[in-house]
């Protein structure tokens, strides 16, 4: 049947099994949200402040539920708006479609108003990404778009369209995602970009099974990858059967249960001190889903030194990249672990863990009467909120304490900006989280800093009864740049004071919102209840002490045991 170019993208999204779109309108997309006003039953659209918090938002999304975000944006500054949440879904491997509409043929060039070439901006922070100039290439855009994005290993993709494609007509003959995965343009597509996940050597997994025989210290690590493969049951039971411990880095977080007895705790430059020494005297390091960043691999050239190195990932280009590997497995996660586990024996390393678990999996702060602390905080969120209650950050101080203190069950469960360290990034994404899960509690743990960054999205939280309660700690500070010049800059406080408003409590207020400022942790508490009560957004606004730190804390390309605070 024949249809306009804005009904055949809407159409193709419903193809997608897409339900929910954030986005903003504006004047080269006027078609398509033309078209969407017949579509509320169908799709719901989401009006963020900003695109940058719609981006943020597709991506909490899908870091959430594992199927693709969808956002929408006009051309011009409301495309590059988009920018900065497609380059942190970019680093983080996490799949989303942007997709945004340019001015009209005749125009494209010209420097005509609001028109920037989106593409080229962001071809370095996508998988893919296409300029729709013809509308009988549309519908298939779409579907590869969706295709790539959710394949191999996620990423974002962005599809640029013109005005006047969105207008003119083309025949659209509906296909399903089975129909469309079994067509030859698509197979040709996948095969020539490489997009989809490789299937493991056989030889390459009867390797590191040897390797695992042999073994007397054996260390996991659990990357990203395990969650966004949702490998989490697999690399568990993989864990278990070789008795290994495991350590975590940000992003694997909820890949292996934080209560596990295996677990580790957190590895890199706040990891802990038996996730860091174990990694230095292990000797056998299996980094599974993990890229070996320079926030894990401090010092590339002596990491694990005394371990035999294997890398799994479903990414060749990320293989020996940042560290040297002794061995190594291109697959899925959740793949190698189920074709590894019939070949490796029940093992026992219970000397080696009794070596391991003596020192500190997590960091315990000390508590102070006169005023409240991260971990008073913390751990009153972990008491009252429910167990299974999706916790996102912004980035800085509060990122760490977050996730040194709450144990984090399963994927999707902590959403956060690791790659990039997207300032901002937090309260888009927990909207998100909570359109996804309008069950589930979501916790918004920011800083003050951060929250300066995000706070008008409190609009987008009111207006669609969102229950997201955003715990600022507030120290009147940008605190993790403060703590790098205490320890590093000879306490050259530059620029980092932030002794200024907002009124956080007044603004929640202005918004619609319940709002607190709290000193000390019955007040949090109390204040705390209150927020899950209402059934509605709230923000508490915690007093902390600016020169609080971070613990443990290694130096940026230090030794990984070389710890500069404790």
């Not at 962005?158 to 995602?177: F, G, H, Q, S």
Request: aromatic share 8%; hydrophobic share 40%.
């Amino acid at each position: 049947m024949e249809m306009t170019g804005a009904k055949i993208l809407l159409e193709c999204l419903l193809e997608q099994g897409v339900d929910t779109i954030f986005g903003y309108p504006g004047g080269t997309i006027l078609n398509v949200y033309d078209e969407l006003y017949s579509y509320g039953d169908k799709l719901r659209h989401i009006l963020t402040a900003h695109e940058q918090g719609a981006c943020h938002a597709a991506d909490g999304y899908a870091r959430s539920t594992g199927k693709v975000g969808v956002c929408f944006a006009t051309s011009g500054p409301g495309a590059t708006n988009l920018v900065t949440g497609i380059a942190t879904a970019h680093l983080d491997s996490s799949p989303i479609v942007c997709i945004t509409c340019n001015v009209s043929a005749p125009l494209i060039g010209k420097d005509s108003f609001q028109e920037v070439d989106i593409t080229g901006v962001t071809m370095p922070i996508t998988k893919c990404n296409y300029l729709v100039r013809d509308v009988n290439h549309l519908a298939d855009t779409v579907r590869e778009a969706f295709a790539i994005a959710r394949s191999g290993r996620p990423g974002p993709v962005l599809i640029d369209i013109m005005k006047n494609v969105t207008a003119e007509k083309a025949e659209y003959e509906p296909l399903n995602r089975r129909e469309h995965a079994a067509s030859g343009r698509l197979r040709a597509l996948m095969s020539r970009y490489d997009f989809k996940a490789p299937e493991p050597d056989m030889d390459d997994i009867r390797k590191l099974a040897d390797m695992i025989r042999a073994s007397k210290k054996p260390l996991l690590i659990c990357g990203g990858g395990v969650v966004r493969s949702r490998a989490h049951e697999a690399f568990t039971a993989f864990a278990h059967k070789i008795d290994a411990p495991v350590a975590v880095t940000v992003m694997g977080a909820g890949g292996i249960r934080g209560r596990d007895p295996l677990t580790t705790g957190m590895i890199g430059m706040h990891g802990s001190q038996a996730s860091n020494v174990a990694a230095d005297t292990c000797d056998l390091l299996i980094a599974v889903g993990c890229r070996f960043s320079d926030r894990v691999a401090l010092k590339p050239d002596s990491f694990a030194q005394h371990a035999q190195k294997v890398q799994i990932d479903i990414d060749r280009s990320e293989i020996n990249k940042n560290v040297e590997t002794d061995h190594h497995i291109v697959g899925d996660a959740r793949r190698v672990m189920e074709l590894l586990m019939p070949l490796v024996p029940e093992l026992h390393h219970d000397e080696w863990k009794q070596e391991v678990f003596s020192r500190p999996t997590e960091t315990y702060y000390d508590e102070r009467p006169d005023c409240l602390t991260p971990g008073q905080v913390l751990s009153a969120i972990a008491r009252l909120c429910p167990q299974d209650t999706i916790v996102s950050t912004d980035v800085g101080q509060h990122q760490m304490w977050a996730i040194q203190h709450f144990h984090f069950d399963y994927p999707g469960q902590l959403i956060t900006s690791g790659g990039f360290g997207t300032m901002g990034f937090g309260l888009g994404a927990a909207i998100g989280a909570q359109v996804s899960h309008p069950d589930k509690c979501v916790v918004h743990i920011t800083g003050d800093g951060s929250f300066r960054m995000n706070c008008n999205e409190l609009s987008t939280v009111q207006y669609y009864g969102l229950p997201i309660i955003s715990v600022i700690f507030d120290n009147g500070a940008l605190g993790m740049v403060r703590q790098w010049q205490n320890l590093i800059y000879g306490q050259h406080y530059s620029q980092t004071t932030l002794d200024r408003g907002p009124d956080f409590v007044k603004l929640a207020e202005a918004y619609g919102l319940g709002g607190w400022h709290v000193t000390e942790v019955g007040q949090f508490e109390t204040a705390l209840k209150a927020a899950l009560a209402s059934g509605k957004g709230a923000v508490i606004d915690c007093a902390i002490d600016m020169d609080e730190m971070v613990r443990p804390m290694v130096g940026g390309g230090s030794h990984i045991t070389n710890f500069m605070l404790f």
